[in-house]
């Protein structure tokens, strides 16, 4: 069983970065790519951004693109998630996801995720 566990959340102002990061413990984490997905408040869970194993293909929503970028170390089991010109409206739980197969865009295609890390992004 993969365990996937985020770090890196935190409040920040308007206009500001952080980095998440999400580690794995097994090797073969995420054979299928890894994704990044966010849920607020009373909303549904929505897809975020998405790496392919090797990392040569990334996702991107289009309300993040231009804006965060994807990016994975197999050596370290991580996937990272780089967030600037942050909004308000990115808060959120962030969650990292090890995909099995199908849709990179759909979280029912992912098969472990991580507890979450809060982001909050002050105006």
């Known amino acids: 069983q993969v365990q996937l566990v985020e770090s890196g959340g935190g409040l920040v102002q308007a206009g500001g970065s952080l980095r998440l990061s999400c580690a794995a413990s097994a090797r073969t984490f995420g054979s299928g790519g890894m994704g990044w997905f966010r849920q607020a408040p009373g909303k549904e869970r929505e897809f975020v951004a998405a790496i392919s194993w090797s990392g040569d293909t990334s996702y991107y929503a289009d309300s993040v693109k231009g804006r965060f970028t994807i990016s994975k170390d197999n050596f370290k089991n991580t996937v990272y998630l780089q967030m600037n010109s942050l909004k308000p409206e990115d808060t959120a739980v962030y969650y990292c996801?090890?995909?099995?197969?199908?849709?990179?865009?759909?979280?029912?295609?992912?098969?472990?995720w991580g507890q979450g890390t809060q982001v909050t992004v002050s105006s």
């Open positions: 996801a090890a995909r099995y197969s199908g849709s990179y865009y759909s979280p029912l295609e992912y098969r472990t």
